[in-house]
């Protein structure tokens, strides 16, 4: 089955779960994301590929079987929206101090509070600040399209378990609910008992004479110890923004102006683009496509030829203060964004570049 | 690694020796405490019935929170209260191995009281230690969920008001009335009699593993010398008078059937 399907962005993520070769799925429903889990249990995943699949009985539980099945070496993967992903927060600290890799994906809603069911960006600082209690930072991608959402389950994979750190896929109820047509690739096996022993010396796998105990902890009371933990982990995020910062440029060579946006807000951008270069103006896109690590460094860059740049989220502005760091005061950069689950229109966002950027920045 | 035993003994003449399960660093227990015999006595089953690479622990919050350096087996270490739900994930994809929780009153009656439930009902094929001395240990001898009625404890210095802090909880009967619970049974340490009967409660939740029944739980009474301000042979005999009565000892429930009394 090596073909295009037509398919919305959820259940797209839980196919790519199953061909990644996940081992474990455990959930809480909740809007608009709980087409994960039921068509995980409509592909009778146990069945399929020996996939496990839990509906646990909060979201502070199933971040915690996520734990038990992650330490264990396992790829463990957990779906959730705005408010479950806040109640998970306490296990995505333990998990990120534990060094458990994982896959998280948070398909946003509006919020504060309960809030609404309709797509927003509003848990970016959520996301990239750590999120939890304590000083550590989760990798995060944002997926921009339903080939996306099934792209980057693997990617994630593959990321949490070079670092093992937790990686959440940051993407909202409008890819989620999408429909677009996606590719997959063929299935990948699961490892064998053996294979994760070999691969994730790590992992309590049972401890046997030929080594020491596997202890997946976060406790640390000596003070130096703790540091030296907070180093190690330290070093790991400097290592991803060396290694794995990833974004995407489009019409950005001769780019006067730049509109930076990500997910699904970088969808109705990249429409802006056209309508902006159809009437002359000479604008580009910038896409982060890890929040964290921040594309900072090649932002920084683009500032010696671009004359402003305006940030465009689905909230009330969280991501234009990585821009604004990112740029340090170079060039101006202005921001536009819309919330209560309302998507901007590409005529709105042209008409905001032109008074916000054009007319004030010539 | 075998056990340096004195040359003074004759081997004829050895009755009881540490286990190689344990391992030799030192117990942060209070001295007089409980939790020290439990410990032990969980290692000497894991190394009686040879289970110790099959044997993954999940530790939790507390006075226990240092258990994966007392017993040699691989470890998680859970965030308080979360200890049967880690289990839960960890047994679910490594269904063949043997894994346990040991867990506080704190962590397993009063924060952890949702995942305890849940897993209880779901029948986890996992055992369950939960160590009761109706006290926060670790944290300075707050009041628990479990503590007795009219106990004096740091946050309850004229004695708990139930009127306002409810009854003392006895989580364990209504954990036995769930039918994925396969095993229930309270014990205690505090003289040899009852630490042979806790050993052999401890084995019982190991061996049930094998047979896929559910949940083996075994609670144990049990003394907090330093958080009753008492000393350990008062607070033993303080814990028979006051929190046998509320927390009676014995099987309340043996292969999935309620025990009738």
Known sequence: ?362 | MSTVISPMIKPENLVYKKSSVLTDSLLGYCPGCGHGTITRLVAEVIDEMGIQQDTVGVSSVGCSAFLFNYIDVDFQGAPHGRATAVATGLKRVCPNKFVFTYQGDGDLAAIGTGETFHTCNRGENIAIFFVNNGIYGMTGGQMAPTTLEGMVTSTTPFGRDIKQMGNPFRITELLAALPGTYYVTRQAVHTPAAVRKAKKAIRMAFENQKKNGGVSLVEIVSNCNSGWKMAPVQANQWMEENMFPYYPLGDIKIDGALVKK
């Open chain 1, 1 to 362: 089955m090596n073909e295009f399907l037509l398919m919305e962005g959820n259940e797209a993520l839980a196919e790519a779960a199953i061909r990644a070769g996940a081992d474990a799925y455990f959930g809480y429903p909740i809007t608009p994301q709980s087409e994960v889990m039921e068509y995980l249990a409509e592909q009778k995943t146990e069945e399929r590929t020996g996939m496990i699949v839990l509906q646990a009985e909060s979201e502070v539980a199933a971040i915690n079987m996520i734990y038990g099945a992650g330490g264990a070496g396992r790829k463990a993967i957990i779906t959730s929206s705005g408010p479950g992903i806040s109640l998970m927060q306490e296990g995505i600290s333990y998990l990120a101090a534990g060094e458990v890799p994982c896959v998280l994906a948070n398909i946003m809603r509006g919020g504060p509070g309960l809030g609404t069911i309709q797509p927003s960006q509003g848990d970016y600082f959520q996301a990239t600040r750590g999120g939890g209690h304590g000083d550590y930072r989760t990798l995060v991608l944002a997926p921009s399209s339903v080939q996306e959402m099934a792209d980057f389950v693997p990617l994630a994979f593959d990321l949490s378990f070079k670092y093992r750190n937790p990686v959440l896929i940051l993407a909202d109820g409008m890819i989620g609910k999408m429909m677009e047509r996606v590719k997959f690739p063929p299935q990948q096996k699961r490892l064998t008992e053996n294979e994760i022993i070999e691969r994730y010396p790590w992992a309590t796998t049972g401890k046997t004479p030929n080594r020491r105990q596997n202890i997946i902890k976060s406790v640390e009371l000596v003070s130096e110890l703790q540091e030296e933990n907070n180093r190690i982990i330290l070093a790991k995020y400097e290592r991803m923004m060396a290694e794995d910062v990833r974004w995407e440029e489009i019409e950005t060579n001769d780019a006067d102006y730049l509109i930076v946006a990500f997910g699904s807000a970088a969808r109705i951008c990249r429409k802006v683009i056209d309508l902006a270069r159809n009437e002359g103006i000479k604008a580009g896109l910038f896409r982060p496509v890890t929040l964290f690590p921040f594309p900072s460094v090649r932002l920084q860059k683009m500032t010696q030829r671009i004359k402003a740049i305006l940030t465009i989220e689905l909230s009330s502005g969280q991501m234009v203060e990585d821009v604004r760091l990112s740029v340090n005061g170079k060039i101006p950069v202005e921001f536009y964004g819309r919330m209560g689950g309302i998507v901007p229109t590409p005529f709105e966002v042209l008409d905001v570049l032109k008074s916000k950027l054009i007319n004030t920045n010539k």
